[in-house]
Nanobody, 123 residues
Framework: QLQASGGGLVQSGGSLRLSCAAS????????MGWFRQAPGKEREFVAA???????YYADSVRGRFTISRDNTKNTVYLQMNSLKPEDTAAYFC???????????????????WGQGTLVTVSS
């Protein structure tokens, strides 16, 4: 089970940190991903972190967002800086234990999903 939190309203240029808490005792073995979905648009990849702590980012957020994990707390984070109005969306965390690298950005490849947390960036 995944529980996302940390969304809110922020001005353009501001920052937010999202958290996703996972239940279970094998969290460290999972690839964790963040996706987002704006109204009327498809769900899109934002970032992912593998069990090895290797990280991957969408081009649109690279250099502004940072994904990290704390295996002692079963939590993955998404630090979002320099936010833009186009970052406005519902953000979802996802988990999978057996992803291959070539599928890390594909939503349907993740087995577990949390509820969304809404991020609104005002201009």
């Amino acid at each position: 089970q995944l529980q996302a939190s940390g969304g809110g309203l922020v001005q353009s240029g501001g920052s937010l940190r999202l958290s996703c808490a996972a239940s279970g005792n094998t969290f460290s073995r999972y690839t964790m991903g963040w996706f987002r979905q704006a109204p009327g648009k498809e769900r899109e990849f934002v970032a992912a972190i593998r069990w090895s702590s290797s990280t991957y980012y969408a081009d649109s957020v690279r250099g502004r967002f940072t994904i990290s994990r704390d295996n002692t707390k079963n939590t993955v984070y998404l630090q979002m800086n320099s936010l833009k109005p186009e970052d406005t969306a519902a953000y979802f965390c996802a988990a999978d234990r057996s992803l291959i690298l070539s599928t890390i950005a594909i939503p349907k490849e993740y087995d577990y999903w949390g509820q969304g947390t809404l991020v609104t960036v005002s201009s």
